[in-house]
């Protein structure tokens, strides 16, 4: 029993010491910084992301990862293995992104490539299950046993946390409500489906739908907000400043998506029966027209359905709280959880 | 290195001497079986449920084990462990069955009287998670690292296998698709929702929505097959023999509640993303017609959404394998996978 207390406190004491890098990689700009086993972020950086070859990426990458270890300061031997969110189909297994249209990426053995070069463990993942990982572990969800990410931007996806780890499922593509058929006569998605999540609900789709009714004729704050700011193609800000202005066409749009989002919700819950949601992406921010329209829509299904109302309260269903940090401490969670089943950390 | 080794030999050894006893506690009968770790059953004992008293229950439930084990001929040391399948809510942390209609019961600490009985460490579970179990690690889903098994009968539910465990959710609630509201204008159901899955497509569902058309003055094979068989109730295999002589109205049930449980394995997918979905419980019979018609509303998502083709092929949706031993073997997998937890087996 004694030598058994002894190799824990050893143990907890290397592990203090040991740092991972989490890297963040967008199709503009990659952000880097040294993470320690709290998932506090020291030497944060932030560099242009090269995309005029698949090697310029990858040396951009490199050079994202060592200029955070100095900017924090550190030895770089407490450097123990990095972690990377990539946005597009990941093989973790392999080290492989097998295509990101991000970042123009095809097969690139990110992995193998960046261990060579920079003589570190570095384990990848998909951008939302890294973002998953860090809200579930450091963020908001830290200490629940289940979570579900719901992550709302340009795209819509969901990744559960259960037990502290990634869900991954068979495929890798566990939690796709983003392109489950809610409106089968719905818009078509890029998927090639009719009527997904993500036609109906994301960024895209917004600003697709109020261009879809001011081209029906209906009056609306946008077209005048767009003159504004001199802009031709309409995004989805320019819907939820309509909407803070309490234009009706917009306030339509955001609440139906909200409904859709709501109905997410509701499934994502009845089926994981997960202690909390997490909401993140670029479109989760609090008081925003579009929350607020998807906790509407929840009390709808609260009200609607007993069963529900045992399993999630509004209390349970929160925003993401790591902010600009999101990216990296979630990486990092990545490469920790990975190097600790390897146990090198 | 060489003690290690020497240990798993014996652990080994040990194994595949040690028996467990799986029960599945029903409603009208207790069927129990010793079960080895291969998951073979001896000894099979069915006796009467007497539902007189919870104690009268409790001590047939006693009895149906005490049988088992003397007529599969194995010295009782032999027997570790006991799992029971149970017929309600169930909190098998505390060893609680909540509620079971079936059985009568409300609180009953199942778990702390029969250890006390029997003098062997005794595990519950809710009877489909059992179920989901056996089929999972034991039956047709055996081999595969993640499965959601789908109970098809007087009710609806699913269950998922992850990592050859049963994933509770954080209530013990995961996989109530059953209670999942499909259809918010549809028939009312008995956890107080309109069109949940159950009030669309369980047996009482199929019933109930063939007696609605006959009083609708709709015109079935339904009204002779009754007359021929005495009975004043409409039952959903009155539903599936007329369905069987080609008529018409029985048909377009099946046809409809295959719609929807095809929708049911189709958001199931998308969310837990299984290598294979399990069909079992009473309706889920070889050649039926609703599973025909879940077959064909499962090929119509396939053709509608490319990303669940990618998920999920016909294939990898199959039939339960255990037959009538299903419940046995599931509650067995249960004492075991508990038993190896808490490693004493």
């Known amino acids: 029993m004694r030598m058994q207390r002894a190799e824990q406190t050893t143990g907890a004491h290397i592990e203090e010491d040991n740092l991972v890098v989490g890297v963040d990689v967008g199709g503009t700009k990659i ?25 310029h ?28 969110g990539i946005p597009g189909i990941v093989d973790p297994a392999q080290g492989v992104c097998q295509l990101s249209v991000n970042l123009g990426w095809q097969h690139v053995a990110v992995k193998a490539w960046l261990e060579r070069e920079l003589q570190l463990p570095c384990f990848i993942e998909n951008d939302v299950s890294v973002a998953a990982l860090g809200e579930g572990l450091y963020g908001v969800g830290k200490g629940q046993e289940n979570a579900v990410y719901l992550s ?22 566990a939690g796709e409500i983003g392109h489950t058929v809610f409106a089968p006569s719905g818009p078509l998605c890029r998927c090639g489906a009719r009527g997904c999540l993500e036609a109906l609900a ?53 609440r139906e998506a909200g409904q859709h989002l709501a109905y997410s919700i509701y499934l994502l819950a009845m089926i994981f029966d997960p202690q909390m949601v997490v909401i993140g992406g670029g ?9 607020g329209a998807t906790r509407t829509g929840l009390t709808h299904w609260m009200k609607q359905a007993p069963v529900f109302r045992e399993m999630l309260s509004q209390d349970a ?10 990216g990296i401490v979630g990486a990092a969670a990545l490469a920790i959880a990975e190097a600790r089943t390897r146990s090198f950390l």
């Open 152 to 173: 709302l931007g340009t795209g819509i996806a969901a990744r559960a946390i259960i037990h502290g780890r990634l869900y991954r499922g068979a495929h890798g593509m």
């Open 202 to 254: 994301a960024g895209p789709a917004l600003a697709r739908n109020a261009e879809d009714k001011l081209q029906r004729g209906e009056s609306s704050l946008l077209e005048g907000i767009m003159q504004e700011q001199a802009v031709a193609d309409l995004r989805a800000e320019h819907v939820f400043e309509a909407a803070a202005r309490d234009d009706a066409l917009a306030g339509q749009i955001l």
């Open 57 to 84: 990426t990858l040396q951009a990458i490199a050079l994202s990862i060592r200029s955070a270890i100095q900017a924090a300061h550190v030895p770089s031997q407490r450097i123990k293995a990095v972690g990377l």
């Open 283 to 291: 479109l989760a921010v609090e008081g925003s027209p579009l929350i």
């Open 31 to 55: 952000a880097a910084g040294v993470v320690n086993a709290q998932g506090q972020v020291s030497g944060r950086i932030k560099l242009p992301t090269d995309t005029s070859s698949v090697e």
């Open 317 to 326: 269903v929160r925003l993401a709280s790591l902010q600009g940090d999101a």
